[in-house]
């Protein structure tokens, strides 16, 4: 994988995108937000879910999440989260309560001990991530759709004066 082609790619894609840029720029935050929290199976499905009941671009959100969340974001993502979450709930969600599952995992249990593993951890843990994750996406959430909206008011007019020389 060639990673400043895949790269540009997504950045192609991104500002080819068409539509309101108000939309574009929501999606584009909603998109952020959730792409930062830690809760990776449901990227997509609550990405779709917001932004139908929001009115605003799908697209636009399901491109941001995966820009924001991909192979190379999850460790630091998931820290930045347990460390802020560690801070601002009662909770403690240290390493050694994560190494003993990630070792129960690593054994290549069957999928009930898996998940009896990950139930685990408890519910002081689901907290703690995404108070975490909340608190570390939003300054990105309002970063986004700040620099997104003036991205996309400028296509448009690029794209407008364009039309008008043709």
């Known amino acids: ?6 790269s540009r790619y997504y950045y192609l894609k991104f500002l080819r995108m068409k539509g309101d840029p108000q939309s574009l720029a ?5 998109g952020t937000f959730f792409g930062i929290t830690p809760i990776i199976p449901f990227h997509t499905l609550i990405n779709l879910i917001v932004t139908f009941l929001t009115r605003t671009s799908t697209i636009a959100a399901l491109l941001a999440s995966l820009i924001v969340c991909n192979p190379f974001t999850y ?3 998931y820290y930045l989260s347990t460390v802020i979450g560690n801070f601002i709930t009662p909770y403690d969600f240290n390493w050694e309560r994560i190494k003993s599952v990630l070792d ?3 054994a290549k249990p ?3 001990e898996s998940l009896q593993a990950l139930a685990g951890l408890g519910y002081e843990a689901v907290i703690v991530l995404l108070a975490g994750g909340s ?8 970063a986004s759709y700040f620099f997104s909206l003036r991205l996309f008011i400028k296509i448009r007019e690029r794209r407008r004066e364009k039309h008008i020389l043709n």
């Open 1 to 6: 994988m060639n990673l400043k082609r895949t």
């Open 26 to 30: 929501w999606g584009t935050a909603i």
């Open 75 to 77: 460790v630091p993502q």
């Open 104 to 106: 129960i995992l690593l």
């Open 110 to 112: 069957g999928f009930l």
């Open 135 to 142: 608190v570390l996406a939003l300054p990105f959430t309002i």
